[in-house]
């Protein structure tokens, strides 16, 4: 018998690189991108209600009820699945808003996998992954729930295994709107897509970097800091900054030195999601 409550992880993501290839006639832009997970995110418990209702029990600041992408996702899945089943939501978030870092994303793949599993929808991943897109560019990865290499506008995705480090994140305290930083008349649209697999070495930039760096003073002095220490990365959008160690104990100790004036965490890079381990686990 499946089981009436449930929680699971809501991981974050990093890009570990990001090209822009082109803008689209809908406004979104081409891209090339590697996401990697990390373990590290939000926790978010379900329990099945019977009379249809779907609520989030926990309150965000600045994202009413409805808007919430778990609301969101909960709503398009009863409504798409006929589903007369509800459900009462409880999430205890730790990744930053407009971090770069996919919560929102992430949050919005783990209700659909969550709700597919305890209303017993049955629903295979290729059609939780259309469903997701429809939430945004980067719910798919979450769904599938491994590392890819991402083109289109995040949906297009081969899987692929790289090295799996010790990240140590930097969140300079500022929420960036992706919408803003992709509508900046300084971005540049134009790199070649990369048709090699896998992508070689030397391709790690970010095109988002410099008009980030530009436009929020507090990114440029994480990535500064960060790279006295290692190759200092953005993922997204930003705000967050990212470096990669061979052992936690490296990570740690630069963590220590930063975090004095920075907000920062360590966790490991992750091909499959912990989303994914714990769903594994339960079959
Ligand atoms: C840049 C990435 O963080 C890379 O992982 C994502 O592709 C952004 O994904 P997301 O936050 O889920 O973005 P969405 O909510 O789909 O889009 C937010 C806004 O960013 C812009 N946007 C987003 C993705 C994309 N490929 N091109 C865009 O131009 C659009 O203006 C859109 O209105
Ligand atoms: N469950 C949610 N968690 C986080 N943000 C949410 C959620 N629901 C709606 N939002 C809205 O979505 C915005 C983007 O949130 P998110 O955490 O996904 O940003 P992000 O890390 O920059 O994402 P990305 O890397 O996909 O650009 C928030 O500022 C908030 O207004």
Redesign the pocket.
């Known amino acids: 018998m499946t089981a009436s409550r449930l929680t699971l992880p809501s991981p974050a993501?990093l890009?570990l690189m990001?090209h822009i290839l082109g803008?689209r006639e809908d406004?979104?832009?081409?891209?090339q991108?590697i996401?990697q997970f990390l373990d590290y995110g939000d926790e978010i418990t379900f329990a099945v209600r019977d009379d249809g209702v779907i609520r989030l029990h926990t309150e965000f600041e600045g994202v009413p009820h409805d808007s919430n992408l778990i609301v969101r996702a909960a709503k398009k899945l009863q409504a798409q699945s006929g589903c007369s089943l509800g459900i009462d939501i409880w999430i205890e978030k730790i990744l930053p808003m407009g971090g770069?870092i996919?919560g929102?994303?992430s949050n919005a793949a783990t209700t659909l996998l969550g709700l597919n599993h305890l209303w017993q929808l049955g629903w295979d991943e290729d059609r939780l992954a259309v469903l997701g897109l429809t939430?945004?560019?980067?719910?798919p990865v979450f769904v599938r729930g491994h590392a890819a290499f991402?083109e289109?506008?995040?949906e297009k995705l081969t899987p692929v295994d790289p090295e799996e480090p010790w990240y140590l994140v930097l969140v300079p305290q500022v929420s960036v709107s992706?919408?803003e930083?992709?509508?900046d008349p300084l971005l540049t649209r134009n790199s070649s897509p990369i048709k090699v697999r896998p992508v070689p070495k030397g391709n790690s930039r970010n095109d988002?970097l410099p008009v980030v760096a530009r436009r929020y003073p507090d990114v440029r002095n994480a990535l500064n800091l960060l790279g006295k220490f290692t190759e200092a990365k953005l993922?997204?959008?930003g705000s967050c900054v990212f470096g990669g160690f061979p052992s936690k104990a490296e990570a740690d100790k630069v963590s220590a030195l930063l975090t004095e004036t920075l907000t920062g965490f360590v966790a490991k890079g992750s091909n499959v999601s912990m989303l994914h381990r714990k769903l594994q686990s339960l079959l």
């Open positions: 993501k890009n990001l803008r406004g979104y832009h081409e891209l991108t996401f770069g996919g929102g994303s939430l945004g560019a980067d719910v991402a289109g506008v995040g992706t919408a930083i992709f509508s988002c993922t997204g959008t």
